[in-house]
């Protein structure tokens, strides 16, 4: 089992639609959880960090759920520019600190 | 302020030659790593340096890969004997400190012919 797992997509959706990803992650051990975005070409940018609580910013919001072991992102009111690749990230404590990557779910907004 | 900087952004090499590949963190991050991505494919870990600390070398695939940070700052990626599955785009990141999110540069973009 990989360590972080994701749904590739693609996930095909109109402007304005509500979109969400999850995310499952094998070590409980983890501690530090983030979504990055990736455009195609380009290098990986922080989205957000996700917290415990669950954290909102803006049209985004994050939720943790650590019994079950996955993240979720929810995407509301759809953007043609929110169109990317969504990386979520898990980091283990202790040790090394080493942020590993899911292969990304691939988000698609058309008109 | 200045992100993390990579160079080159493009290298074409022919199968067999070395390579060395530079990223110059973000000034007075202490963290840096190392990614690695495929066409198509996830970021691939491959080593981490935390300020004086040895670094974290358990995620490169092949003793001709090695990596070294010179003064706390400025890393070099050096691939020996180049093999065509090198061929890759290679991320360095920085951060703050333990745990905080990762600055990524733009990246390499090793082709081996």
């Known amino acids: 089992r990989k360590e972080v797992e994701q749904d590739p997509g693609p996930f095909n959706v109109p402007e304005g639609a509500t979109v969400a990803f999850n995310c499952t992650y094998s070590?409980?051990?983890?501690?530090?959880f983030f979504w990055y975005r990736q455009d195609c070409r380009k290098e990986p940018k922080l989205l957000m960090s996700?917290?415990?609580s669950g954290n909102e910013d803006g049209r985004f919001t994050a939720q943790l759920n650590r019994a079950s072991q996955y993240i979720s992102l929810l995407i509301r009111d759809s953007k043609l520019s929110d169109s990317a690749t969504y990386l979520c990230?898990?980091?283990?404590?202790?040790?090394?600190?080493?942020?590993?990557f899911g292969r990304g779910t691939s988000l698609i907004v058309h008109p | 302020g200045a992100g993390v900087s990579q160079s080159p952004s493009n290298k074409v090499t022919e199968k067999g030659k070395d390579v060395e590949l530079r990223c110059d963190p973000i000034?007075?991050?202490?963290?840096l790593y190392w990614y690695r991505q495929s066409l198509g494919q996830g970021l691939e870990f491959l080593i981490y340096?935390?300020?004086?600390?040895?670094?974290?070398k358990s995620g490169l695939p092949s003793d001709r890969f090695s990596a070294e940070r010179t003064g706390g700052s400025v890393s070099t990626l050096t691939i020996q004997r180049t093999q065509q599955e090198d061929s890759a785009v290679y991320l360095c990141?920085?951060?703050?400190?333990?745990?905080?999110?990762?600055?990524f540069g733009n990246g390499t973009r090793l082709t081996v012919t």
């Open positions: 990141a920085s951060s703050p400190d333990r745990g905080s999110s990762l600055h």
């Open positions: 000034s007075g991050h202490t963290a």
């Open positions: 990230v898990v980091a283990r404590g202790g040790g090394s600190y080493i942020p590993t």
């Open positions: 070590n409980s051990a983890s501690q530090s």
């Open positions: 996700v917290y415990s």
């Open positions: 340096f935390q300020g004086n600390s040895a670094p974290d």
